[in-house]
């Protein structure tokens, strides 16, 4: 409880271009070091591997430069995709602006800059059958975050169509056919 009041009112002093901010996911100091320590590592492993190839080449045979090489490149070029692949739709911040009456989220990029997505209510489809690390879609991209982070879960209900009513999808077309199926 104490954090949540410590981000809502750090996060009152972020307004910028007459955005109110709504939403700050606690995981994004955590997510924007971890992919810029993986992107500068993978950096500094591209620059150093010819050097590693040329002395590894002079002193041991080929199958353990070609082993060598595998692994230092699995490593240099598959963490940082699979690093974006888990983080890419964490939204580390949503704004609302009342003049627009939009929201807009704000996610990382493979290059740990920032990437902002704006929305409607009316752009958001909830998933019958959620994805992992996926909350809702809007305008095609998934994204995922934390409801209990949000300062006025007013929002959060909007976005997500709880101010609209119930479709329980009892009497859908496919299960009329069905059912006539199962009949005959």
Same mark, same amino acid.
């Given at each position: 409880? #104490? $954090?949540? @009041?410590?981000? #809502?009112?750090? =996060? ?11 939403? %700050?996911?606690?995981?994004?100091? #955590?997510?924007? &070091?971890?992919?810029?320590? =993986? ?8 620059? &150093? ?5 040329? $002395?590894?080449?002079?002193? =041991? @045979? ?5 082993? &060598? ?22 939204? $580390?911040?949503?704004?609302?602006? !009342? &003049?627009?009456?939009? %929201?807009?989220?704000?996610?990382? @990029? ?19 059958? !959620?994805?992992?690390?996926? $909350? ?14 949000? #300062?006025?879960?007013?929002? %959060? ?7 609209? !009513? ?19």
């Amino acid at each position: 409880m #104490q $954090t949540r @009041n410590l981000l #809502q009112d750090a =996060s009152k002093h972020e307004i910028s271009d007459g955005r109110e901010r709504l939403y %700050y996911g606690m995981l994004t100091p #955590q997510i924007r &070091a971890v992919k810029f320590f =993986s992107l500068t590592t993978s950096a500094a492993s591209i620059l &150093a591997q010819p050097f590693l190839i040329h $002395t590894l080449y002079a002193n =041991s @045979n080929i199958a353990v430069v070609v082993a &060598a090489a595998s692994f230092i490149g699995f490593f240099t070029f598959g963490t940082p995709f699979l690093l974006h692949f888990i983080t890419k739709k964490y939204v $580390t911040h949503l704004d609302y602006d !009342p &003049a627009k009456k939009k %929201y807009v989220a704000t996610t990382v @990029n493979f290059f740990c800059m920032l990437k902002e997505t704006e929305f409607t209510p009316e752009d958001v489809k909830i998933p019958e059958i !959620p994805g992992i690390f996926t $909350t809702f879609v809007a305008k095609g991209k998934a994204m995922f975050l934390d409801p209990k982070m949000f #300062q006025d879960p007013s929002h %959060y209900a909007k976005i997500m169509g709880y101010d609209k !009513p119930m479709d329980f999808k009892l009497f859908s077309e496919e299960a009329e056919e069905s059912r006539k199926d199962a009949k005959k």
